[in-house]
């Protein structure tokens, strides 16, 4: 007569286990000095934004056209009420990097937002029904990729207009297809796995499997995206401002300074240079962070 073992019903967690695992994924991420170093300029660019009256040192759109185009302050020429130089208009270069801080990261997350809600909405449903929803939604991504997003953007801001939240929604809503195949892709290989499987077997709803073991799983990908799509919306925007249909001329951006200086690159590189180097730290930061924010929603990152 064989025996089979009775199974061992597994201890369960102890109550500061999710507490432990939270603090070495924190510890972790602390660990990362680039993530850290990337966090820190957020935090800078962040203050900048919110403080920009309080830190520009002259109005981004006063005009001396006596004082256009000078060279930063530690050139010949420069001046050291214009640290960074002027623009074509006398306008003071510090001043617009500062205050072209607000705009650009609201662009570029309220872009990329809005074009993560709906794609992830999309992407769940189509991986996880599959079946008729999934053929149309997945034909309607098929379909908006079929034409150039600057084409559609141009077409959705001619229609609506211009302004800062139109291009806001124009990004966002040109911009949800890659969240869409890539949490579709991510559902659909994990509707068959047990943990789903058993959930539907307790009776437990649609909603409730999406919500509760689908999204968590899918919000790693979703942060590597989010944050290349900042740095994508931030550029676009300066595409649209310089075909005139983006944020009025009035309202500074990285992009528009970037547009206005391309002409000058020959002659005067501060006007384009700073912004742009404003606009690959910010991509750099923001990239970096993402990488780091995935680590830590990954327990596989962490585990020993």
């Known amino acids: 007569m064989t025996l089979t073992p009775t199974p061992v019903p597994a201890a369960p967690a102890a109550p500061g286990a999710t507490r432990g695992r939270r603090s070495t994924a924190l510890s972790g991420l602390l660990r990362n000095r680039l993530a850290v ?44 009420a ?4 002027t623009d074509q208009l006398g306008r003071d270069m510090l001043s617009r990097v500062v205050y072209g801080t607000r705009v650009s990261l609201l662009v570029g997350a309220g872009a990329a937002l809005l074009a993560g809600v709906i794609g992830t909405v999309v992407g769940l449903a189509a991986g996880y029904f599959g079946g008729w929803p999934d053929r149309v939604l997945m034909r309607l991504a098929d379909v908006q990729l079929a034409f150039p997003s600057i084409l559609l953007a141009l077409a959705i801001v001619g229609f609506f207009g211009s302004g800062l939240w139109y291009v806001i929604l124009v990004l966002g809503i040109t911009g949800w297809v890659s969240y869409a195949r890539v949490v579709r892709a991510e559902v659909m290989s994990l509707r068959s796995r047990d943990f789903v499987t058993e ?91 993402g990488d780091a924010l995935r680590d830590v929603a990954d327990p596989k990152a962490y585990r020993r």
Not at 268 to 278: D, K, N, Q, R, T
């Open 82 to 85: 214009h640290l960074l130089g």
């Open 199 to 289: 959930a539907r077997a307790i009776g437990v709803t649609d909603v409730a499997i999406i919500r509760r073991h689908l999204l968590p799983n899918v919000m790693a990908p979703l942060a590597t995206i989010g944050t290349l799509h900042i740095a994508a919306a931030i550029v676009a925007e300066a595409s649209l401002s310089y075909l005139g249909l983006g944020v009025p001329k009035e309202t500074v951006t990285w992009g528009s300074m970037l547009a206005d200086g391309q002409l000058y690159l020959g002659t005067s590189w501060w006007v384009a240079v700073f912004p742009g180097i404003a606009l690959m730290l910010t991509s750099l930061a923001v990239n970096i962070t």
């Open 37 to 80: 170093a990337a966090l820190v300029v957020l935090a800078v660019l962040l203050v900048a934004a919110v403080f920009a009256p309080l830190l520009a040192p002259a109005d981004p759109n006063a005009q001396d056209l006596l004082m256009r185009l000078r060279p930063p302050a530690w050139q010949h020429g420069g001046s050291g």
